[in-house]
């Protein structure tokens, strides 16, 4: 939960959706390393788990319809970080049918990834 006050509907449309939500801050500079771990961390989120390996008292988050990576605090990114970024866009919307949201992307970013065939 944010400390944000909000009115009864967005509360309630929280209460039953906020679960189907990641938000995911990205920083510094992007190259393949840290990239990779950022495809490797959201590749996990959408993964099955087999339910008979889980203790019934661990609570396994659903499947996120909704992912937010906000690019505010990046400096750069070199190719390979486009790369990658392209992957998770595939893995995201194709593959798993989430909507993803890049938020906080610089003109210059934007650029490297419609010249890369994002769309």
Not at 48 to 54: K, L, R
Not at 71 to 93: H, P, Q, W
Request: contains cysteine.
């Amino acid at each position: 939960r944010s400390a944000v006050e909000r009115g009864v509907r967005e509360t309630e449309w929280l209460d039953q959706h906020g679960d189907w939500i990641q938000i995911l801050v990205v920083q510094n500079y992007l190259f393949f390393g840290n990239c990779q771990s950022l495809l490797t961390y959201i590749t996990t989120m959408f993964e099955d788990y087999p339910t008979e390996s889980i203790p019934l008292d661990v609570p396994i988050p659903p499947k996120p319809k909704y992912l937010i990576l906000d690019f505010t605090l990046v400096s750069g990114m070199d190719t390979s970080a486009v790369d990658i970024i392209l992957e998770i866009v595939k893995l995201c919307c194709e593959t798993n049918h989430a909507r993803l949201c890049l938020s906080g992307l610089k003109s210059s970013f934007k650029s490297k990834l419609v010249y890369a065939g994002l769309k």
